[in-house]
């Protein structure tokens, strides 16, 4: 079992730039497939960017590709997402997710099938 805590949200302009942490619990985080999701009020959770537990690969929402870098250091155990050039449609509780598995080249992108996730943080970006 693993246990996730994202940090970095906060307020910013359009334009400006965040970089979110998710630091998870317990020694077998290498064996994770982590993701990305954000929820805005009043909308259902979307997927945001994936990562494979190798780092090798990753996957990317249409709305944030060329904007978003997700990342992990499996040595800190702690994934992270790079946001540049935010948009105010960008305003959500972000959300990270973790999953078991065996491949360590595979990236999970459904919601449905992470079995473990963290409280959130809120981003705000103002116009």
């Known amino acids: 079992q693993v246990q996730l805590v994202e940090s970095g949200g906060g307020l910013v302009q359009a334009g400006g730039s965040l970089r979110l942490s998710c630091a998870a619990s317990?020694?077998?985080?290498?064996?994770?497939?982590m993701g990305w999701f954000r929820q805005a009020l009043g909308k259902e959770r979307e997927f945001v960017a994936a990562?494979?537990?190798?780092?090798?690969?990753?996957y990317y929402a249409d709305s944030v590709k060329g904007r978003f870098t997700i990342s992990r250091d499996n040595a800190k155990n702690t994934v992270y997402l790079q946001m540049n050039s935010l948009k105010p449609e960008d305003t959500a509780v972000y959300h990270c997710?973790?999953?078991?598995?065996?491949?360590?080249?595979?990236?999970?992108?459904?919601?449905?099938?992470?079995?473990?996730w963290g409280q959130g943080t809120q981003v705000t970006v103002s116009s």
């Open positions: 997710a973790g999953v078991p598995l065996g491949n360590p080249w595979v990236v999970v992108t459904h919601r449905d099938e992470y079995d473990y």
């Open positions: 317990g020694r077998t985080f290498s064996s994770y497939a």
């Open positions: 990562i494979s537990r190798s780092g090798d690969n990753t």
